[in-house]
């Protein structure tokens, strides 16, 4: 189950898989979709940090999980909400120069993501299970079969997913209607991926970019967007210097601030939001109200310490 970090979220499998630090029991996803197979209770949309709801509900979800687990048979080591090694989200353009100054692009970072995957306990004690005993532990998990609620996605296309095994139990004791939480937070979560796309499709933005781009040009750099430019920084491939990294993210970055791509981003981000807040107000309103009636729930599970 992935932790805290900007790699959430989105899984097309129905075996074992690992991402972030921790072991994910996936169930079959849509890219988009909201939260399964241990992922945190509420997704922390990248920019903002968690707040405590947003850590009771992960920790009270996770303790749910590795109790249900532990009757199954199988070891489960609970994770923290936010132990990513400071790798932070720019979803539009790189605007931060003391963040670029110190991280560039976040290569360093990621490699440490890394070291955590290939560190982790429960990646470990599973990799150490028969074939067997892992389809027995994705069975537990999961459910024998996504066959439960399905959702259609504001968008278009729908998600399944089970309401039996660990995870839906742990949800079912937090949330109370399964169904419910999977349709609020599955299409809410939806949400983040069209937002952006309309940013990005706004002539609005199309006009800031027309001026970023030669600006990264007299700095040195010939890229279409500033993903391209994140694209080559973050190459496993051919990857930069550190010192070029540097160069390019701060380049990026004040870039952002002398075409006022940032400003405009950030302006179009906050409209977006709004009008399709305001378009599937329904959902949202029906996520706040299951998350604000689990929080009682979370805190009585997890009493004076959350890791027990």
Not at 26 to 42: D, I, K, N, Q
Not at 83 to 93: L, M
Not at 125 to 138: D, H, N, Q, T, V
Not at 242 to 265: F, Y
Request: aromatic share 6%.
């Amino acid at each position: 189950m992935p932790r805290n970090s900007s790699a959430r979220r989105s899984l097309l499998t129905t075996t074992l898989a690992v991402t972030g630090a921790a072991v994910v029991l996936a169930a079959t996803l849509l890219t988009g979709a909201g939260p399964t197979a241990g992922e945190r209770a509420s997704p922390v949309r990248p920019g903002r940090q968690a707040t405590e709801a947003d850590r009771l509900l992960h920790d009270a979800e996770q303790r749910l999980l590795r109790d249900c687990m532990r009757r199954h048979g199988f070891t489960y080591q609970v994770f923290p909400l936010d132990e990513d090694p400071g790798i932070k989200a720019f979803a539009y353009v790189l605007d931060d120069a003391d963040w670029a100054r110190r991280h560039g692009y976040g290569a360093e970072l990621r490699r440490k993501r890394a070291a955590l995957v290939r560190n982790d306990p429960n990646r470990a004690y599973f990799a150490g299970l028969s074939a067997e005993r892992r389809a027995e532990a994705l069975v537990a998990a999961n459910g024998p079969s996504p066959d439960g609620p399905t959702v259609r996605l504001p968008g278009g296309g729908t998600v399944r997913r089970s309401d039996r095994g660990c995870v839906a139990e742990a949800q079912r004791l937090l949330y109370g209607d399964i169904g419910a939480w999977f349709r609020a937070s599955a299409r809410v979560d939806a949400l983040e991926q069209i937002r952006r796309g309309r940013v990005l499709a706004d002539p609005a933005y199309g006009e800031r970019l027309g001026a970023w781009r030669p600006c990264m040009r007299r700095a040195g750099y010939a890229y279409a967007t500033p993903a391209a430019a994140r694209a080559a920084a973050l190459s496993t491939v051919r990857p930069l210097p550190r010192e070029h990294e540097v160069s390019l993210a701060l380049a990026e970055v004040r870039c952002a601030g002398e075409s006022a791509l940032a400003r405009t981003a950030r302006r179009l981000d906050d409209h977006h939001g709004r009008v399709l807040a305001h378009a599937y107000r329904t959902d949202v309103e029906a996520r706040e109200r299951l998350r604000a009636a689990a929080l009682p729930r979370a805190r009585r599970l997890l009493g004076a310490d959350p890791r027990d």
